[in-house]
């Protein structure tokens, strides 16, 4: 029997507003979004209005979670898609980080859209340390302009402190898949990747056999905390149990 677990993965979000419709409308030309009656305009409405935006949504903090563009902010000139990204997201900080500064962008790539739109895509991190969820996707129109951000900008915390390595926080996975009375399997780990998995090699059994392997360290948010974890991957085969589901796949993070 086949089998595959891995980490269940928080996607994000989608520009559910920004994107809907033609691509070619100019968003400048939306009415700003009437709170209506009885809800409370807070400040960071009124800072985001002043910036030329309207916050679709809102974490339980106040702090966006989608931004759409009244009066699209401009580029600089000559500027990349990443670059102008950046640029957006550095002009609207303290829409998040009113204090301190925001987590590290790792750069993540960039899907041309019709009509020559962009969607870039940043990856929060810390010490090079991903946080899980932790996508920002910023919208642009052709000429550069802001459209729309999905995600929310994290403030900087400490750097990560792990204790445990790839190695055991896969032992810790195949626990948990199999029982700890399981037969132990020898692995072997190499070095990160650019991304920052580590592959490793897993003896087989005359149960289970593991074709491949691969951790990686992400920052997991649990009760508005970020705490360290393992982002566990595996595929494989092994012996069927007739009383189990093979379809049924055992997703899960490694804390440490």
Known sequence: ?????????????????????????????????????????????????????SIMSADKTG?????????????GAGMSPTAAARDHLAALKDLYV??????DLVDRGAQALRNGAEIVTLTQAV??????????????????????????????TLKPNYVSSPHEALGRALDKQYGS???????????????????????STSDVQVDSARARKELIR??????????????GTEARDPNSDPDM????????
């Open 1 to 53: 029997m086949f089998f595959r677990f891995r980490t269940l993965a928080v996607p994000s979000l989608l520009f559910a507003a920004a994107c809907s419709g033609d691509s070619s409308s100019d968003p400048s030309q939306d009415p700003p979004v009437d709170p209506g009656p009885g809800q409370t305009v807070t400040p960071t409405d009124q800072k985001a209005t002043g910036l030329g935006l």
């Open 63 to 75: 702090a966006p979670r989608l931004l759409r563009s009244i009066v699209p902010r401009p580029a």
């Open 98 to 103: 009113p204090q301190g500064k925001p987590m």
């Open 127 to 156: 010490e090079g340390i991903p946080v899980n969820g932790g996508d920002v996707k910023v919208l642009l129109h052709r000429d550069g302009s802001l459209a729309a951000v999905s995600g929310t900008l994290l403030a900087s």
């Open 181 to 203: 009375s399981r037969p132990q399997m020898a692995i072997a780990e190499s070095g990160p990747d650019a991304a920052g998995w580590q592959t490793m090699q897993v003896a």
């Open 222 to 235: 649990v009760d508005d905390k970020l705490v360290e974890g393992w982002r566990i991957e595996v595929t």
């Open 249 to 256: 796949a055992a997703p899960s993070y490694m804390h440490e």
